[in-house]
């Protein structure tokens, strides 16, 4: 049946039995190829039926679905004509692992970053009531991303706006890992039921102030009757609630759906899914399969950056209880597993909240205590202001374990760490280390751990050779290393570019230096550098625009030195998706390219 279906308006004409049927055929579809291609494994499982039943109850691409983070829109994309490129995935030049407009009419607003799907469906819904089109705007998103500040803020706007929005919560109980907080404890109740008694007897007054709904209700199959429930949250926030209903039984989900589209004022429909739904192993295990790796990647014995961070929390809490570990929803990622069993006390998954995060370190700060914000690269994006305004202004004590930094390869885009560096160079207070190896890593945690003021650490999604795992080794602030003393061309090698910096340093018989600084550089060996030299190459995993060349650059330019410089780095575009290697050398950050540029 998959063949047959070339767009929405095919699924149309199917019965249910012949929609379940369809159900089926994705789901052993999905396991099958994303274990070959990589992705997001538990997060798709769980929404085949939600998003087979939206394409046959609503027509994309008049009415718009946003998918929150994209994740989980696979569905989507088998629906709408893309099934023939499934199997390029995550690959370069393939499908993007998430929602992308120039990817297809049907995909409405493009994601990756988590939290933005109330705000943009928001935004179309009321357009589409601007333009008096009658168009649906759908927001589908988990209870994960609800803990984003930026749902909480979409909720207010349209709570207060009689726009034509449906936002459907898709509750897994899940984040990546276990989701976190009170509003998930919140839902959990709504779930259990405790509050139907007490919402039941309101509903009642309710349904009398709004005829609407009152009229809807009546129409509705029997089984839909109680399920008008002002629930004082989403009802004191002026968002009508629905639910909770089984988010794998297709036939309540489709009778629901449709009645749902006859109404026109925000509401919200909750519904009730298992992450993984349909594998055991993932069922039981979901933030194991949240995203998986293609079936051919073989597994590196060293240690990611991420354990060794991992590891370095566990030494120094070992002997510091002031050491407060926070994760925006990224413990594992980040390395934090054993460490939240071990320290428990000590450690604050705050939900998918980067803002919150950073300033709730900065409050923790204030106390004497130590914070260490684990937190991606592009996940920091977040929280700009907080770490302008809330930590680096008042020069807390701060560490920034900043993770996957750089180019992270299939994720793409929306998850490339590449412009760390140009928006924190110009932040006063900040010392930013950037190290070329896991050892350097440990040294330059340990260094930032002991050191005044706000402190970050960026280091790149990828494992690595250590030797070090001494927690009373730290460098010296702003002292880059000499590794490779050569004639006439000197490359400074920011973090781990170190290593094809000295593959090209042998063809080209360069100096070349592992700066470890971006701020402040070591521009005392610089200025030498550029005397003994010829000419100055700078690689650097960032931008480069404002990067760490760009700080080179601003150096000579203030020393008036008249120097030859070449800067290697990310372009001024988004970068494409494709494996780690593959972007590496498509940008020229490989020796090749660097003898490329060396030589142009
Ligand atoms: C701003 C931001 N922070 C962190 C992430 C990483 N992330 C991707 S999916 C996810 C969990 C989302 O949980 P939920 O919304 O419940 O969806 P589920 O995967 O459970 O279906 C997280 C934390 C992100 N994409 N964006």
């Not at 249910?16 to 798709?44: C, M, W, Y």
């Not at 597994?299 to 120094?316: A, I, K, R």
């Not at 690689?539 to 030195?561: K, P, W, Y």
């Amino acid at each position: 049946m998959l063949d047959s279906i070339q767009s929405p308006k095919d699924i149309k004409q199917l019965d249910l039995d012949q929609l379940q049927s369809l159900v089926d055929e994705i789901r052993v579809f999905l396991i099958d190829t994303i274990q070959k291609t990589g992705g997001h494994l538990a997060p798709n499982l769980g929404t085949i039926e939600l998003t087979v039943a939206m394409h046959y109850v609503f027509n994309t691409p008049k009415d718009s679905f946003v998918f929150d983070v994209g994740h989980q829109a696979y569905t989507h994309k088998i629906l709408t004509g893309r099934l023939d490129k499934m199997h390029t995935l995550r690959k370069k030049s393939g499908l993007s692992g998430f929602t992308k407009q120039s990817e297809s009419e049907h995909d409405a607003f493009g994601a990756g970053h988590s939290s933005t799907s109330i705000s943009a469906a928001l935004g179309i819904a009321i357009a589409n009531k601007f333009k008096q089109n009658q168009k649906k705007s759908i927001a589908i998103i988990g209870d994960g991303a609800l803990t984003g500040g930026m749902s909480f803020e979409a909720l207010n706007h349209a709570g207060d706006t009689d726009a034509d929005l449906l936002i459907i919560l898709n509750d897994n109980d899940m984040s990546i890992s276990k989701n976190v907080g009170a509003m998930s404890k919140y839902l959990t109740k709504l779930i259990s039921g405790k509050m139907y008694s007490t919402m039941k007897s309101k509903s009642l007054g309710f349904l009398e102030k709004m005829p609407m709904i009152r009229e809807f209700a009546k129409r509705s199959e029997e089984h839909l009757k109680g399920m008008v429930l002002p629930s004082t949250l989403f009802e004191e926030l002026g968002v009508i609630y629905f639910g909770p209903i089984d988010g794998h039984d297709l036939p309540t989900l489709v009778k629901t759906l449709q009645n749902l589209k006859k109404l026109k004022m925000p509401r919200l429909l909750h519904i009730i899914t298992k992450k993984g739904y349909g594998l055991k192993t993932a069922e039981n295990d979901p933030c194991k399969f949240h995203g998986v790796a293609p079936a051919s990647t073989s597994s590196s014995t060293l240690p990611s950056y991420s354990e060794v961070f991992g590891q370095w929390l566990l030494d120094t809490a070992a002997n510091d209880q002031q050491l407060m570990a926070i994760t925006p929803a990224m413990c594992t990622g980040s390395g934090m597993s054993e460490f939240e069993k071990k320290f428990p006390d000590q450690y604050f998954d705050v939900g998918i909240a980067e803002q919150h995060a950073i300033t709730f370190a900065g409050g923790l700060a204030t106390q004497g205590l130590k914070p260490v914000v684990a937190i991606y690269s592009t996940f920091l994006q977040r929280g700009y202001d907080q770490l302008i305004h809330d930590i680096a202004l008042q020069n807390l004590n701060l560490v920034f374990a900043i993770d996957r930094a750089g180019l992270v390869g299939a994720d793409g885009a929306t998850h490339a760490g590449c412009f760390d560096l140009s928006f924190l160079r110009c932040i006063p207070n900040l010392v930013i280390m950037a190290p070329s190896n896991a050892s350097d890593l440990y040294q330059m945690l340990n260094t930032a751990y002991h050191t005044d003021g706000p402190i970050c650490v960026r280091y790149p999604r990828g494992a690595s050779v250590i030797e070090d795992y001494s927690s009373h080794n730290t460098v010296e602030i702003g002292q880059a290393n000499v590794v490779r003393t050569g004639s006439n061309i000197a490359i400074l090698a920011f973090g781990t570019t170190l290593d094809q910096a000295l593959i090209a340093g042998d063809i080209l018989d360069a100096t070349v230096v592992d700066m470890r600084f971006v701020k402040p550089l070591d521009e005392a060996l610089i200025i030498e550098l550029s005397n003994t030299h010829q000419q100055l190459i700078s690689i650097e995993d960032n931008a480069i625009t404002g990067g760490a060349g760009s700080a080179v650059s601003e150096l000579l330019h203030a020393n008036h030195i008249s120097i030859s410089l070449t800067l290697i780095g990310l372009p001024d575009s988004f970068t494409e998706q494709g494996s780690q290697e593959e972007l590496y050398e498509l940008y020229g950050l490989d020796a090749q390219g660097i003898i490329r540029s060396a030589q142009s």
